[in-house]
């Protein structure tokens, strides 16, 4: 059964600062990992999705890799901003059945820039 | 071009009722997917339609039911609510039937069971 943990459960950092979330997941077999970002009480908003035959996504200050054989995936976000602060979602696309929607997400870190 | 749109997004109940829920896809999208979220159980998968058909069902019980109709559009029913039901729903919807594309999310239907 696939689980996806991310690390850390929340982070504080100073506007400004790069950071990096954490993702890892136990089974191998993925089709691909799609980063999300949620605000309090709305829905996800997709920020990356990475192929399993991908090394990395960027998009703007935003870049995405993914090991797959390892099990791992990191969101590095540059120069923080105050607007970043939000839970940040990894999920893989796991082949429950053979061709399907499934994701199976991680907990989420819940990240916050200060000003 | 408008995103997933689900109605209503907020709604209270209470216990043994049932609920309805709608979902309309991105126009062209053809597959959705619905999952729930709790604090505690985070974002589970519940179940995934495309071209009317439901392909995979989560591990929820039988009271959890879907279908979707010829416009792509999809409805999800709760039956005999319970406490633990209460939850953000979320709908999904992508292009095709592959497993590669992109998933895109509504805003979900908060559903609050007294």
């Known amino acids: 059964k696939q689980e996806v943990t991310q690390i850390p459960a929340a982070l504080s950092v100073p506007e400004g600062e790069n950071l990096v979330l954490n993702c890892s997941f136990t089974d191998s077999a993925i089709y691909n990992l799609q980063w999300f970002r949620q605000d309090p009480g709305k829905g996800l908003t997709s920020l990356l999705l990475?192929?399993?035959?991908?090394r990395e996504q960027t998009s703007g200050r935003l870049n995405a890799s993914l090991d797959k054989s390892s099990g791992r995936s990191t969101l590095y976000i540059a120069a923080s901003q105050p607007g970043d602060s939000a839970t940040y979602l990894c999920a893989v696309r796991d082949p429950f059945q053979g061709g399907s929607e499934k994701l199976v997400f991680g907990k989420g870190t819940k990240l916050t820039v200060n000003p | 071009k408008a995103g997933v749109t689900q109605t209503p997004r907020y709604l209270i109940k209470t216990r043994g009722q049932q609920v309805t829920l709608s979902c309309s896809p991105i126009s062209g999208h053809r597959s959705v997917s619905w999952y729930q979220q709790t604090p505690g159980q985070g974002l589970q998968f519940l179940f995934e339609y495309f071209s009317e058909t439901q392909r995979n069902k989560g591990n929820f019980p039988g009271r959890f039911s879907g279908r979707q109709f010829s416009n792509s559009r999809s409805e999800m029913n709760v039956s005999t609510l319970e406490l633990g039901d209460s939850a953000l729903y979320l709908c999904a919807s992508s292009q095709g039937q592959g497993a590669t594309g992109e998933l895109f999310f509504g805003e979900g239907s908060r559903l609050t069971v007294l």
């Open positions: 990475i192929q399993s035959s991908q």
